[in-house]
């Protein structure tokens, strides 16, 4: 069982970086893979970033590649979206996911969810 809590979303201004963190609960998330997705109002769920289980392979959503990175410190059970020269569009709430497959886009294969965290870029 994984238990996962994302922090670090708030309000910014186009152009600005904001880290957010996904913590997890179970000294097993070592072998889960992770992924970042987000929700914007009025819209589906969409794939943002992945990580397999030790950090060596990554996937980026083109909207986000170049500007976003993802990573993970296993000794703090915790994963990172850093996320740089943030767009309105970039505005959802973000949730961290984790599966023990590897590197996955789609949401439905996600096994572990977190509550989510606003982020707001404003023009």
């Known amino acids: 069982q994984v238990q996962l809590a994302e922090s670090g979303g708030t309000s910014v201004q186009a152009g600005d970086s904001l880290r957010l963190s996904c913590a997890a609960s179970?000294?097993?998330?070592?072998?889960?893979?992770s992924g970042w997705f987000r929700q914007a109002a009025g819209k589906e769920r969409e794939f943002v970033a992945a990580?397999?289980?030790?950090?060596?392979?990554?996937y980026y959503a083109d909207s986000v590649k170049g500007r976003f990175t993802i990573s993970r410190d296993n000794a703090k059970n915790t994963v990172y979206l850093q996320m740089n020269s943030l767009k309105p569009e970039d505005t959802a709430v973000y949730y961290c996911?984790?599966?023990?497959?590897?590197?996955?886009?789609?949401?439905?294969?996600?096994?572990?969810w977190g509550q989510g965290t606003q982020v707001t870029v404003s023009s």
């Open positions: 990580i397999n289980w030790n950090g060596v392979d990554t």
């Open positions: 996911a984790a599966q023990v497959e590897g590197i996955i886009t789609s949401d439905m294969e996600y096994d572990y």
């Open positions: 179970g000294r097993t998330f070592i072998y889960y893979a």
